[in-house]
């Protein structure tokens, strides 16, 4: 055997056990996902979304490449959250002959945490150009990590609506969480919180305060630094949409 293909099958059972290593840590959030009192987890297993993040993270990646990138995932992950929807079967007359359709019997009301949360609102109302529009104003406090709300405006028909919660970034958990609790305070039942990069310690916090709230993200990342963001990550997702960083 030369030396050269030594070389390849030495490596292949590494790339192999790195494989295994993300499947065994995808399949394990997922499975702590799907226990009794869990929120389901589902990550988006898709070329498109998975190039779209890359270039996300890129770090040369400049303010207008990264909303676009930024909007189209946030289509991807809403038609995915929209894959559970109930439906009603309707009669359409087409100009050959009648069919069954479908139509959605409940209202959308789309809810981004500002500001950073405004970049998916701007993807998603391409294809939802009827949702109603409420808005969560939350900032982190820079010591505590906590999060601050200055302003809540939720739709009337909240209560009777599929509700998305928006924010790019599920990192400490502690924003999502408590976005989610005013969303319930104002009648909100039917919500499920998109997001593009969820930290494993951020669904587990999620997950635990709201599992009735299913989790809908492009990727997970293993940890957080000391300053709570999110390792690898993308950096600030609302300094970087609006090129304020």
Request: charged share 20%; aromatic share 4%; glycine share 8%.
């Amino acid at each position: 055997m030369s030396s050269d293909s030594a070389g390849r099958h030495s490596v292949a059972p590494k790339r192999l056990a790195h494989k295994r290593k993300d499947s065994t840590r995808s399949t394990s959030l997922r499975a702590s996902a799907s226990r009794p009192g869990k929120a389901q987890l589902h990550i988006l297993d898709h070329p498109l979304p998975a190039a779209a993040v890359s270039i996300l993270r890129a770090k040369t990646t400049m303010p207008d490449l990264f909303r676009r990138h930024l909007q189209e995932i946030s289509v991807l992950l809403f038609l995915e959250a929209a894959r559970t929807w109930e439906t009603k079967i309707i009669r359409v007359e087409t100009p050959l002959a009648p069919c069954a359709g479908a139509m959605l019997p409940k209202p959308i009301v789309l809810v981004p945490i500002l500001r950073a949360g405004l970049g998916m609102l701007d993807g998603i109302q391409r294809a939802a150009p009827d949702a109603a529009i409420g808005h969560v104003g939350l900032y982190r406090d820079a010591e505590t990590l906590r999060p601050v709300s200055y302003y809540e405006r939720v739709p009337v028909n909240v209560a009777a609506a599929q509700v998305l919660l928006l924010d790019p970034m599920l990192a400490t958990g502690n924003t999502a969480c408590e976005a989610a609790s005013i969303l319930k305070a104002q009648g909100g039942r039917n919500i499920q919180f998109l997001c593009v990069l969820a930290c494993t310690a951020g669904v587990q916090q999620f997950q635990t305060e709201h599992p009735d709230v299913p989790i809908i993200a492009a990727a997970i990342d293993p940890e957080l630094n000391d300053h709570g963001y999110i390792v690898p990550g993308l950096g600030d997702a609302g300094d970087r949409y609006f090129g304020t960083g």
